[in-house]
T-cell receptor
Framework: AQSVTQLDSQVPVFEEAPVELRCNYS??????LFWYVQYPNQGLQLLLK??????LVKGINGFEAEFNKSQTSFHLRKPSVHISDTAEYFC????????????FGKGTRLSVIA | EAGVAQSPRYKIIEKRQSVAFWCNPI?????LYWYQQILGQGPKLLIQ????????DSQLPKDRFSAERLKGVDSTLKIQPAKLEDSAVYLC???????????FGPGTRLTVT
């Protein structure tokens, strides 16, 4: 079975500062890795994904994440955040094939302070 | 392209009452998922359909929860009777066959009092 740990439940950061949201996973097999964002009263939106290949992946809204197999991590980063980035961020994994369910972490609430 | 539609968006019921949620996936998406998101936690799979067949319902509390997708398109999730711990957001997601990418609806927020 797979599991995901998001190490920070809340991350406050000032506008235009960099941010890193941490994610570690556990799995006995290879997995696909995802970051989703959830704005208030909305569904989940895919930010970026790692399936294979380059360990640095870029997503929407200026976010990027790096897959580290030895540390079983997939941390999300943004060099300069905006007020509009305030949201809940979820790290998730799935088995490496189509149509498999996502296993989510508990989420990290990013609050950007003006 | 229209997204995943869910209704109602909000529902408040008393414990022991019944409730139903509806989901209309993106056109052409044969795979449909229902997730439960309890406050402070990440979404957790309840049930997965492919067309009108159940692929995985191992985490569905079958004594009170049921779901169907009779014509392989829309789906309904029902809770009967509801308990206080069922208070959560119920998310529906859909995907193309063979795809890893799931598209989520806005969710239904259920409050059980």
């Amino acid at each position: 079975a797979q599991s995901v740990t998001q190490l920070d439940s809340q991350v406050p950061v000032f506008e235009e500062a960099p941010v890193e949201l941490r994610c570690n996973y556990s799995s006995s097999v290879s997995v696909y890795l995802f970051w989703y964002v959830q704005y208030p009263n909305q569904g989940l939106q895919l930010l970026l994904k790692y399936l294979s290949g380059s360990t640095l992946v870029k997503g929407i809204n200026g976010f990027e994440a790096e897959f580290n197999k030895s540390q079983t991590s997939f941390h999300l980063r943004k060099p300069s955040v905006h007020i509009s980035d305030t949201a809940e961020y979820f790290c998730a994994v799935s088995l490496p094939s189509g149509n498999t369910p996502l296993v989510f972490g508990k989420g990290t609430r990013l609050s950007v302070i003006a | 392209e229209a997204g995943v539609a869910q209704s109602p968006r909000y529902k408040i019921i008393e414990k022991r009452q019944s409730v139903a949620f509806w989901c209309n996936p993106i056109s052409g998406h044969a795979t449909l998922y229902w997730y439960q998101q309890i406050l402070g936690q990440g979404p957790k799979l309840l049930i997965q359909f492919q067309n009108n067949g159940v692929v995985d319902d191992s985490q569905l509390p079958k004594d009170r929860f049921s779901a169907e997708r009779l014509k392989g398109v829309d789906s309904t999730l029902k809770i009967q009777p509801a308990k206080l711990e069922d208070s959560a957001v119920y998310l529906c997601a859909s995907s193309l066959v063979g795809s890893y990418e799931q598209y989520f609806g806005p969710g239904t927020r259920l409050t059980v009092t």
